[in-house]
């Protein structure tokens, strides 16, 4: 057997929704640049699950979709208020999202109406789970979706209580957009795992998140704003980063598994944070990044991938650092279901196998005598 660590390399499954070759990332055949530039996030949910754009009717049903199905389970809303209030919102997020199929009476039902059905309502729920913890636990009454602003607005309108800026509704929705999709990462091949199973779609949703949330994966956003905020300063980052590399420690949001030579969609977030720093005035958070980026490719040659700007991008929004993997979640939801969909569609159990290195002849020795 031949063992390919990490599976780097394996081709797996095939899929029609996002493909990554020569490090340009497209969504249905559309460009990620494109996209990025022109559509908005609804726009491209549908696009994930469709397989091509929406008509304006379309769009606008899409859209009342998700407006009808944000708000979540009383129930819900109440176990939310008795977790801990440190508990870490990607933990409330994967818990909260199994329990949403305890109230959703198709859970079980796995025709493709009702999977359909199944991923708009997890879309439209998870900005409401988001943004209910983060106010519960600051001791603030959560806010009820507002219907007709559309699905970013509203994320910043339930986290805040106030309308957000035009700029800032661009700005994250844009993010969204760059998160939506990437072929076979590591919370998508979890959901695709356990979809193979033919288990549920809640099932395959939660196994996402919990995939999603490691810092090699989703959760390096929040420990890049991390490793910001502990250098605090432009003149201690050379020191900082060297110390780290001589650790052999990995420098958060830099290097990828599939792009050696850069993710097409930091060039976007690089730019964002760029222009969040000039509105905001502050553009600490922003030097120190490009300075960063500048350092890390000098001393290991590694660019940065999505996670990277997203950090700072974020924290201009005025956006926690413990919510940047749960809007991560968010956004990716899209296409976690829409993979979820294609597996179902074709489905083979995925089981690949191991190559056995522990002991062998081993004889049974009685517990008395051992
Ligand atoms: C949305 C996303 O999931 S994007 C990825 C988010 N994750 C991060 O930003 C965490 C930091 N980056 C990493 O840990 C890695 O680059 C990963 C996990 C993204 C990819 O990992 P792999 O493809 O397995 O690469 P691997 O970890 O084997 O790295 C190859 C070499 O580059 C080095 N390297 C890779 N990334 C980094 C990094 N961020 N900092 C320092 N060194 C790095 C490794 O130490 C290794 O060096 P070596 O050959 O001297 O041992
Ligand atoms: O593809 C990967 O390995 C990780 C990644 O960039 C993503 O999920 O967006």
């Known amino acids: ?3 390919a660590k990490g599976l780097e390399g394996v081709v797996a499954v095939t899929s029609e929704i996002s493909s990554i070759v020569d490090s340009v990332l497209t969504y249905r055949g559309y460009n990620i640049d494109e996209l990025a530039d022109y559509s908005t996030f609804e726009e491209v949910a549908f696009l994930l699950w469709n397989g091509r754009l929406p008509s304006k009717a379309e769009l606008d049903q899409l859209k009342r979709e998700l407006d009808e199905n944000a708000a979540i389970p009383d129930a819900l809303l109440e176990q939310l208020k008795i977790f801990p209030k440190t508990a ?24 493709v109406e009702a999977n359909r059905k199944k991923a708009i309502k997890l879309t439209a729920k998870i900005p409401t789970i988001v943004t209910a913890f983060a106010r519960i636990r ?21 986290l805040n209580g106030e309308d957000p800026s035009e700029v800032a509704v661009k700005a994250f929705d844009k993010a969204l957009i760059l998160h939506a999709d990437h072929e076979l990462n590591a919370s998508t091949f979890a959901a695709r795992v356990t979809t193979g199973t033919l288990a549920d779609m809640y099932s395959a949703i939660t196994s996402a998140i919990s995939a999603l949330k490691g810092p090699l994966h989703g959760g390096a956003n929040e420990q890049v704003m991390a490793t910001l905020e502990d250098i605090g300063s432009l003149d201690r980052i050379e020191s900082v980063i060297q110390a780290k590399l001589d650790n052999k420690e990995k420098i958060m949001g830099f290097g990828h598994r599939v792009y050696k030579d850069g993710d097409p969609r930091a060039k976007h977030l690089r730019e964002m ?5 000039e509105q905001k005035g502050n553009t600490l958070w922003y030097e120190m990044s490009t300075k960063i980026e500048q350092l890390v490719y000098e001393k290991k040659g590694l660019k940065p991938n999505v996670d990277f700007y997203s950090a ?8 926690p650092r413990d919510l940047f993997t749960p809007i991560f979640a968010m956004s990716r939801v899209t296409g976690w279901t829409a993979h979820v969909l294609e597996q179902y569609a074709n489905n083979r159990l995925i089981r690949p196998r191991a190559e056995y290195t522990g002991l062998t002849n081993q004889s049974y020795v009685p517990i008395d005598q051992r």
């Open 1 to 3: 057997m031949t063992v």
């Open 273 to 277: 944070s760029r222009q969040l720093a």
């Open 138 to 158: 600051q001791g603030l009454d959560p806010v009820a979706p507002k219907a007709g602003i559309g699905f970013a607005a509203n994320f910043l309108y339930m």
């Open 88 to 111: 870490h919102p990607m933990s409330v997020l994967r818990t909260a999202v199994s329990a949403l199929a305890l109230y959703d009476d198709e859970a079980e039902v796995q025709t």
């Open 312 to 319: 700072s991008v974020y924290t201009y929004l005025g956006i």
